[in-house]
């Protein structure tokens, strides 16, 4: 049996609000753990927004670098004509994850966010037949997205999802 083929897209600017790597056990690196045991990873990405260019910054995008995120995307925010940031970091994973689709790259998408301006892209990767398991803290997370995608966690259950290896990982084999 083959093993589907995951991307892992992490929207580090609607999740989480500080420069901890960690997070108790439901940060990047959970979620790395939880994508590696549903099969083959294809990319694993994280997109944030910098808020400033420090050295604190610059030392977070190297820690998840090395902690083996294939694709560190980093975004400067702009600033509307009105004065008020625009964070894109959302268009760079719509622009990634659908280009996998595409090449015929990918199975499965595990999605960590809350933002529900990336709806489009689940309704479209669902159409298509791609299984996107959606990731993000339950009373912040769009209704929308928790119905369009395959499945939905709270991001509360990281730390038991992590530890379901075999339950889950069964789901995540081709025929």
């Keep these: 049996m083959k093993r589907k083929r995951v991307f892992l897209a992490v929207d580090h600017t609607s999740l989480y609000h500080t420069t901890e790597l960690d997070g108790n056990g439901k940060g990047p690196q959970a979620l790395l753990t939880i994508a590696s045991q549903w099969g083959t990873l294809v990319e694993t990405a994280i997109y944030m927004t910098l808020v400033q260019d420090s050295k604190e910054s610059k030392r977070l995008l190297i820690d998840f670098k090395r902690m083996g995120f294939t694709r560190v995307v980093p975004r400067m925010p702009q600033v509307k004509p009105e004065g008020e940031p625009k964070l894109d970091v959302d268009l760079s994973l719509v622009i990634d994850v659908w280009q996998a689709v595409l090449d015929k790259q990918i199975d499965v998408l595990l999605l960590a966010t809350r933002d529900s301006d990336l709806l489009p892209l689940v309704e479209r990767l669902t159409n298509q037949g791609v299984e996107v398991y959606l990731i993000g ?19 509360e259950q990281l730390p038991q999802l992590a530890k379901v290896e075999a339950d889950v990982a069964h789901h995540f084999v081709l025929n």
């Design 137 to 155: 803290p339950e009373e912040a997370t769009g209704w929308e997205l928790m119905v369009h995608a395959t499945r939905f966690w709270e991001i």
